[in-house]
């Protein structure tokens, strides 16, 4: 068993090597394909742990997902936690998809993450460059070595010539594997093709039998027969580079000693080892991250929502939660912890913890998560962000004063996203009445003589003795509470709801008592805009010396019926 050995921390030089086309033929050398071992492994020499580098290498062709957030971090835990480099590469090598706009929106999403990075675009290292598309010289300079060493050759195949060859293999029942005539071509058909112009791929030759088997650092041992491979393209006719040979090289030269990325990159994993090996470059360890999933457990995607780091951004969601969420997701401390600053994360963790079966994405959590963030911040802070959020939304004309401060409080503890702030003031301030008494949930409440309770209610706010209370404050609204209670009768829940209900136009929300204080109090401060469509206590009691109770009383069994029909 052939065993290839690691030296993560190495610098490496570049040999110069003839240019890529316009060469004459050199003929095939006689070569061993890897000592002509049935089986090998590929495996690192030094401990899991020394001279760590890893690397993180989006693709500027769309929005960051939050899966590929999630292995930027968990990378980013790694190398930090180890004392090692957090690499950025950027593989721009599509160059039809790729734009500037994309990855100056990856670069601001992995900065907003905090995810900061040790050596990329805008940070100079040793190892640059840091794109894919500034380092073609690179890759043509190996794929020399590569084709002088004999370990691949030049395929002369035409497009049509390859798929007939798939057709055949899958009437056989086959895997799709190169069949052509190019890999033990003699120099004189070689020649000849290249005097004529014809166009010509890099393929690689896999050897015809034995396996290959690494050792994931997540999923433990991985093997691959080589038999179902075939020989693959390493360089396109047009001269540029294929992925898996791109990945291969940059890793290698820019000494990346653990490759940390999602389990759908697996099946590469042969591929790059088998250049890995052919260019006798340094192996680096393989972690493979599950994928994240939606709530049917399918691969997540757009049709589930919102899955790029910058819509949740955008939705009000705070970058230490967004961290914290996505380390969950198929890592955990052993302990029921659940909240984590990214101090915290990279103290705690261990890539021996992540599990290899996949994780489900949930929003619900996630919102969860946000607010427990949220209320872990400065108090002055949160009410900053809150006040801020209703003045730039248009609720109020000011993002600070008594008003916000008391509303900050009442409504502080149902907020799990700044942006939702908004809605519990509207809430707050507006007054379903007609909608809450119409609805099936009414009826206990007019059937317990609710009418007559509201009579009352309208006859102690005609007499002033309800604006007297609340200018008072606390206070002197739970007196008049208590008195009120006692001149009806009345305690517990059948004084209290029916009390909200009819001041507040709603079966539940915060506080009873300190929303009518802050009704009050916005009526006389003037800080609610029009656009709020606040509904002032004296429109509410107007509102109820209107309603029609015995309308109500008897369309409420016409209610019932529809509601449960």
Same mark, same amino acid.
């Given at each position: 068993?052939?065993?290839?050995? =690691?030296?993560?921390?190495?610098?490496?030089?570049?040999?110069?090597?003839?240019?890529?086309?316009?060469?004459?033929?050199?003929? +095939?050398?006689?070569?061993?394909?890897?000592?002509?071992?049935?089986?090998?492994?590929?495996?690192?020499?030094?401990?899991?742990?020394?001279?760590?580098?890893?690397? *993180?290498?989006?693709?500027?062709?769309?929005?960051?997902?939050?899966?590929?957030?999630?292995?930027?971090? *968990?990378?980013?835990?790694? @190398?930090?936690?180890?004392?090692?480099?957090?690499?950025?590469?950027?593989?721009?090598?599509? !160059?039809?998809?790729?734009?500037?706009?994309?990855?100056?929106?990856?670069?601001?999403? !992995?900065?907003?993450?905090?995810?900061? $990075?040790?050596? &990329?675009?805008?940070?100079?290292?040793?190892?640059?460059?840091?794109?894919?598309?500034?380092?073609?010289?690179?890759?043509?300079?190996?794929?020399?070595?590569?084709?002088?060493?004999?370990?691949?050759?030049?395929?002369?195949?035409?497009?049509?010539?390859?798929?007939?060859?798939?057709?055949?293999?899958?009437?056989?029942?086959?895997?799709?594997?190169?069949?052509?005539?190019?890999?033990? =071509?003699?120099?004189?058909?070689?020649?000849?093709?290249?005097?004529?112009?014809?166009?010509?791929?890099?393929?690689?030759?896999?050897?015809?039998?034995?396996?290959?088997?690494?050792?994931?650092?997540?999923? &433990?041992?991985?093997?691959?027969?080589?038999?179902? /491979?075939?020989? *693959?393209?390493?360089?396109?006719?047009?001269?540029?580079?294929?992925?898996?040979?791109?990945?291969?090289?940059?890793? @290698?030269?820019?000494?990346?000693?653990?490759?940390?990325?999602?389990?759908?990159? /697996?099946?590469?994993?042969?591929?790059?080892?088998?250049?890995?090996?052919?260019?006798?470059?340094?192996?680096?360890?393989?972690?493979?991250?599950?994928?994240?999933?939606?709530?049917?457990?399918?691969?997540?995607?757009?049709?589930?929502?919102?899955?790029?780091?910058?819509?949740?951004?955008?939705?009000?969601?705070?970058?230490?939660?967004?961290?914290?969420?996505?380390?969950?997701?198929?890592?955990?401390?052993?302990?029921?912890?659940?909240?984590?600053?990214?101090?915290?994360?990279?103290?705690?963790?261990?890539?021996?913890?992540?599990?290899?079966?996949?994780?489900?994405?949930?929003?619900?959590?996630?919102?969860?998560?946000?607010?427990?963030?949220?209320?872990?911040? +400065?108090?002055?802070?949160?009410?900053?962000?809150?006040?801020?959020? $209703?003045?730039?939304?248009?609720?109020?004309?000011?993002?600070?004063?008594?008003?916000?401060?008391?509303?900050?409080?009442?409504?502080?503890?149902?907020?799990?996203?700044?942006?939702?702030?908004?809605?519990?003031?509207?809430?707050?301030?507006?007054?379903?009445?007609?909608?809450?008494?119409?609805?099936?949930? @009414?009826?206990?409440? /007019?059937?317990?003589?609710?009418?007559?309770?509201?009579?009352?209610?309208?006859? =102690?706010?005609?007499?002033?003795?309800?604006?007297? =209370?609340?200018?008072?404050?606390?206070?002197?609204?739970?007196?008049?509470?208590?008195?009120?209670?006692?001149?009806?009768?009345?305690? &517990?829940?059948?004084? *209290?709801?029916?009390?909200?209900?009819?001041?507040?136009?709603?079966?539940?929300?915060?506080?009873?008592?300190?929303?009518?204080?802050?009704?009050?109090?916005? @009526?006389?401060?003037?800080?609610?805009? +029009?656009?709020?469509?606040?509904? %002032? %206590?004296?429109?509410?009691?107007?509102?109820?010396?209107?309603?029609?109770?015995?309308?109500?009383?008897?369309?409420? +069994?016409?209610?019932?019926?529809?509601?449960?029909?």
């Amino acid at each position: 068993m052939a065993t290839l050995v =690691a030296m993560p921390k190495m610098r490496l030089k570049f040999p110069s090597f003839s240019p890529f086309l316009g060469q004459s033929y050199r003929g +095939p050398r006689t070569i061993s394909l890897f000592n002509k071992a049935r089986t090998f492994s590929v495996s690192a020499s030094s401990s899991p742990q020394d001279h760590v580098r890893v690397r *993180f290498a989006p693709s500027p062709t769309g929005n960051l997902h939050v899966g590929g957030a999630r292995t930027a971090l *968990f990378n980013y835990l790694f @190398a930090r936690s180890n004392g090692g480099k957090f690499v950025l590469r950027i593989e721009d090598t599509d !160059l039809e998809r790729s734009t500037k706009e994309s990855e100056e929106a990856v670069l601001q999403d !992995l900065s907003w993450l905090g995810l900061d $990075w040790d050596e &990329g675009p805008g940070v100079d290292g040793d190892y640059g460059p840091y794109r894919q598309s500034e380092r073609n010289s690179l890759y043509k300079q190996y794929s020399e070595k590569l084709l002088e060493s004999g370990y691949v050759y030049r395929c002369f195949c035409t497009n049509e010539e390859l798929e007939k060859m798939k057709e055949i293999a899958k009437l056989k029942q086959l895997p799709p594997v190169y069949t052509g005539k190019w890999a033990s =071509a003699t120099d004189k058909e070689v020649q000849e093709e290249l005097e004529k112009g014809t166009p010509y791929t890099y393929r690689f030759r896999v050897p015809k039998e034995g396996s290959l088997k690494i050792n994931d650092l997540i999923r &433990g041992e991985v093997s691959w027969n080589l038999d179902t /491979l075939g020989d *693959f393209v390493i360089m396109r006719s047009n001269g540029q580079p294929v992925y898996n040979f791109c990945v291969t090289v940059d890793d @290698a030269t820019m000494a990346i000693s653990h490759v940390i990325r999602a389990e759908e990159h /697996l099946p590469n994993t042969l591929r790059q080892a088998l250049i890995y090996k052919a260019l006798g470059f340094p192996m680096p360890y393989f972690a493979h991250v599950s994928l994240i999933l939606a709530p049917d457990r399918s691969k997540l995607s757009k049709r589930h929502g919102a899955t790029s780091v910058g819509q949740f951004r955008e939705m009000g969601y705070l970058p230490q939660a967004m961290v914290n969420y996505l380390a969950l997701l198929g890592w955990g401390d052993g302990t029921d912890n659940e909240f984590f600053t990214l101090d915290q994360l990279v103290e705690k963790f261990s890539i021996g913890r992540v599990n290899k079966s996949g994780a489900v994405f949930d929003n619900t959590k996630l919102r969860w998560m946000n607010g427990q963030h949220l209320q872990a911040l +400065p108090s002055e802070e949160l009410k900053k962000r809150v006040g801020e959020q $209703w003045k730039s939304t248009g609720i109020l004309t000011e993002s600070e004063g008594s008003f916000v401060e008391d509303a900050f409080e009442l409504l502080k503890d149902g907020i799990y996203l700044v942006p939702e702030a908004d809605k519990g003031l509207s809430d707050l301030l507006s007054y379903p009445l007609h909608a809450t008494l119409t609805s099936p949930e @009414a009826k206990p409440l /007019l059937e317990d003589n609710l009418s007559e309770f509201s009579a009352s209610l309208v006859a =102690a706010y005609d007499s002033g003795e309800i604006l007297a =209370a609340l200018e008072e404050g606390h206070a002197g609204w739970k007196n008049w509470v208590k008195s009120f209670g006692k001149s009806l009768k009345r305690k &517990g829940k059948s004084l *209290f709801m029916p009390l909200r209900v009819l001041l507040t136009g709603k079966f539940h929300g915060p506080d009873m008592g300190a929303s009518v204080l802050l009704l009050h109090k916005a @009526a006389k401060d003037g800080v609610v805009t +029009p656009k709020a469509e606040f509904v %002032l %206590l004296d429109e509410r009691f107007n509102k109820l010396r209107q309603v029609d109770w015995e309308a109500l009383t008897k369309d409420q +069994p016409l209610l019932e019926t529809v509601s449960t029909g």
